[in-house]
């Protein structure tokens, strides 16, 4: 079941990174997008949706 969940999370961070590739961000100040975590990533993209 562990596994699952890593699978998933990997999933959901995959998509994110996408997603904000569409958006034409490609690395935070000081890192790639693949070095953030999920939590980061997700907070990273609601900065990115706000008006």
């Given at each position: ?19 904000l ?8 100040k ?20 706000q008006?």
């Amino acid at each position: 079941m562990t596994e699952t969940l890593t699978q998933n999370n990997e999933k959901e961070k995959n998509a994110l990174i996408i997603k904000l590739l569409n958006e034409g961000v490609y690395k935070t100040k000081n890192r790639q997008l693949y070095q953030l975590s999920f939590n980061e990533l997700k907070t990273l993209y609601k900065k990115i949706l706000q008006p």
